[in-house]
């Protein structure tokens, strides 16, 4: 965390470095979310540099007291993809409704790219769907909830209850971490 | 809104994802700025967020990277001034440089110019010359042919020379005259004969059994030269004249005289 606040102050400083650093941090979490998001791989990688060129360009805006700069970066990404998928949406609904019901299968992207990875699959199904459609796909709570077919109080405590057992899971690992650190 | 109603309706993970609206996120920052234990729940929410994008993430190609740091140099806020600066001065270097050129070729040309004319003028006074002495040899040649044959007729063995000199009217005149009667000819030095006003001329009489009979009139440019030879001719007689000569001797004027032998 000090490391980024430092390298935040350069950001803002307009230093390239700083935004080196950055990008190398987080442009593979931000990446993996864009593709997930719209399935495309050329256009991820634009939305991607578009991205980091929004960041670099209103650093000055971010504010360090009101959340985390991964956060920060998250909900640029996620609205600049969503703008793309909701014009690329009315175009496909204008002009033919049977595209948009194919869309699934319609993509340009190795399937190992949207499998998910880490902590979140070992969670129960519903929940790592859950999380799934909220963080990777860009979904809000009210359009997964639907999607999933279950109320909405019953898909945030999904959520919720998610949420907490990942952070069991990075507890654990961290406990594990710090056992082997002792060990050594 | 409440902290309670904040954690029960699921709104801090709303708000980390970014689903909500302004008014709410105002709400919800009010709120996380002045509740340490919630702002602690947040905290935690962030990084787990976080954690969960970091395991998830999946290399992007490098090309992106380095079309994004490429993209910084030429960001419209940055750089473009300074860009098209550059253009603009490599324009101008460009620009200076042709001028350069040019006006060097110009300077050359109007220098070879000038050049060329001088050289014209010279030619021009080089043949001026070239005629002048060309003109100079052809008068020279006829002197040097008139010269000679007055060397030659000087020298040969059958002249005779006579001395005219002056009486009181002109007591400083000499000529020296050259007379051969075997080819007829009578040649005079009038080197020593005092100059005349531009009304008049000396001219030269023979005397033939009391009767002058002209021989010519003495050129005032020339120094040596022929005159008529006349004859059985007793004396020879120098006089002032009218310009251009006169018919009878005006012997009142006689100013040297000499007896042939």
Redesign the interface.
């Known amino acids: 965390m000090q490391n980024d606040n430092s390298l935040i102050r350069d950001l803002k400083a307009?230093d390239?470095r700083a935004?080196?650093l950055l990008?190398?941090k987080y442009?593979?979490?931000?990446?993996?979310?864009i593709?997930k998001m719209i399935r495309d791989e050329g256009k991820?990688?634009n939305l991607?540099?578009d991205t980091?060129?929004t960041v670099?360009?209103k650093a000055e805006r971010y504010d360090e007291?009101?959340?985390?700069f991964?956060?920060w970066v998250?909900?640029i990404a996620?609205?600049k993809t969503l703008n793309v998928l909701r014009k690329t949406d009315v175009l496909i609904q204008t002009d033919d409704f049977s595209v948009h019901t194919n869309k699934e299968d319609a993509i340009s992207i190795e399937p190992e790219?949207l499998e998910?990875?880490?902590?979140?699959t070992t969670l129960d199904a519903h929940h790592k769907e859950a999380?799934e459609l909220?963080?990777?796909k860009g979904l809000?709570?009210k359009e997964a909830h639907q999607q999933m077919d279950v109320p909405l109080g019953t898909f945030?405590s999904y959520?919720?209850q998610a949420?907490k057992q990942?952070?069991e899971t990075?507890a654990k690992s961290l406990s594990l971490i710090l056992l082997i650190l002792n060990a050594l | 809104m409440d902290k309670k109603t904040l954690l029960e309706?699921?709104l801090l993970?709303?708000y980390?994802?970014?689903?909500l609206n302004t008014e709410q996120c105002e709400q919800i920052?009010q709120l996380?700025?002045s509740d340490v234990e919630l702002k602690a729940h947040?905290d935690?929410?962030?990084?787990?967020?976080?954690?969960?994008?970091?395991?998830?993430?999946?290399?992007?190609?490098a090309?992106?990277?380095s079309?994004?740091?490429k993209?910084?140099k030429t960001?419209p806020?940055?750089t473009p001034k300074v860009v098209t600066l550059n253009k603009n001065n490599n324009t101008k270097v460009y620009l200076g440089i042709a001028a350069s050129v040019a006006a060097l070729l110009m300077i050359g040309s109007f220098w070879m110019y000038s050049q060329l004319n001088d050289v014209k003028e010279q030619l021009q006074i080089v043949e001026m010359n070239n005629t002048e002495l060309n003109s100079t040899i052809e008068v020279l040649n006829v002197k040097l042919k008139e010269n000679n044959a007055s060397f030659n007729a000087i020298i040969n063995p059958d002249t005779e020379q006579y001395i005219l000199k002056g009486n009181a009217l002109s007591p400083e005149a000499k000529v020296v005259s050259y007379v051969n009667h075997k080819s007829k000819s009578v040649i005079i030095n009038t080197e020593r004969l005092p100059e005349l006003d531009a009304d008049h001329d000396y001219q030269m009489w023979a005397d033939v059994e009391g009767e002058m009979i002209n021989m010519g009139v003495i050129s005032k440019d020339k120094t040596i030269m022929t005159m008529a030879y006349i004859d059985d001719a007793e004396s020879l007689n120098i006089t002032i004249e009218p310009l251009g000569g006169n018919d009878h001797p005006t012997v009142e004027r006689l100013v040297t005289n000499v007896y042939l032998r």
Do not use: C
């Open positions: 307009k390239e935004l080196s990008y190398d442009s593979g979490a931000i990446y993996s979310v593709l991820a990688q991607l540099q980091f060129m670099w360009e007291t009101k959340g985390r991964y956060t998250y909900r996620k609205n790219y998910l990875n880490g902590a979140v999380i909220v963080y990777f809000t709570h945030k959520i919720r949420l990942l952070r990075y | 309706n699921g993970e709303q980390v994802l970014g689903e920052e996380l700025a947040f935690q929410l962030e990084a787990d967020f976080e954690n969960l994008g970091l395991e998830n993430a999946i290399p992007p190609p090309l992106v990277k079309k994004l740091l993209d910084l960001t806020n940055e």
